[in-house]
């Protein structure tokens, strides 16, 4: 009996250091975000002596946090939408119909995963000028859901192949058409890896800032990570309003994953779909 209390104390307290690294970072950025930066350099890890919640309204009206985040939704949820639909389609014709040169297309998409995004920079650079897409969202918009599409395939794939076929004859003696199949009955069965794919490639897409910087120039244009780097400069930097621009693009990301980590966890074990 001791040893059972004994195991779970010790695994109790594992995970509570662990939630306690995990989470000090946070914490720590939640603090200075409510400081100056003088407050904070002359005392980096003490608590704010006045809370300056007022730090957040001007961070959003008068440092252009409301356009960034307006960019930030528009081109991050556009792009996960192209990239469910479009990955979820292509998933489910690799998954269940047969091809000349099916699973040679899959490991091309799959090999294009272990690739550096840095190579392909250039090369998205000059492809978006020639065709009048650089700098706009619309650009940006596309490149994402590209980059996006092979780990979306790759994880809708896997699903999609474990769909049992009978629902797939049955759909057909019913006289549903192929595009109506996928829609009414295989992406609603698909659903909880549906949910981990958006979700994952929301947080994925939201901290993104390589393409972005790269491909935006305009800071009307700008996504919220390119807004924070705005605050940092060769010689000085306002570390207290880099704080409260990092808690206004964090604070989303934590909630989505608060509300819907039960869906991604379900889609990341699911096994055969009964």
């Known amino acids: 009996m001791w040893g059972r209390v004994l195991a779970r104390a010790a695994v109790m307290l594992v995970i509570v250091l ?3 690294f995990a989470a000090g970072p946070f ?3 939640a603090t200075i975000s409510l400081r100056t930066t003088s407050e904070f350099m002359a005392a980096p890890y003490a608590l704010p002596e006045t809370w300056r919640f007022d730090k957040f309204a001007t961070a959003w009206t008068g440092s252009g946090y409301d356009t960034y985040f307006t960019n930030s939704i528009l081109v991050v949820f556009s792009a996960v939408a192209i990239v469910t639909a479009v990955g979820a389609m292509a998933a489910h014709a690799l998954a269940r ?5 099916n699973r040679l297309v899959y490991l091309l998409i ?4 272990v690739l550096p995004p840095q ?4 090369a998205l650079f000059q492809t978006l000028a020639k065709l009048g ?8 918009t596309l490149v994402y859901a590209a980059v996006q599409l092979p780990l979306t395939v790759y994880i809708l794939e896997s699903f999609f192949a474990r769909i049992p076929a009978d629902l797939f004859d049955a759909a057909r003696i019913d006289g549903y058409s192929e595009w109506a199949t996928f829609w009414k009955v295989a992406f609603p069965v698909a659903m909880p890896a549906i949910a981990t794919v958006v979700i994952l490639n929301t947080i994925l897409l939201w901290n993104e800032f390589l393409y972005a910087v790269v491909l935006i120039a305009d800071d ?8 924070i780097q705005k605050f940092m400069g060769d010689q000085l930097e306002d570390y207290g309003m880099i704080a409260t621009g990092l808690m206004i693009a964090i604070v989303p990301v934590v909630l989505i994953y608060a509300i819907f980590s039960e869906k991604l966890i379900q889609g990341m074990t699911a096994g055969a779909v009964k």
């Open 18 to 20: 662990w939630t306690m």
């Open 27 to 29: 914490l720590w950025v």
């Open 97 to 101: 119909y047969r091809f000349p040169g």
């Open 110 to 113: 799959f090999s294009t995963i």
């Open 119 to 122: 190579i392909t920079v250039i």
């Open 133 to 140: 897409l650089y700098d706009t969202r619309v650009g940006l």
């Open 220 to 227: 009307a244009r700008r996504t919220l990570p390119l807004g």
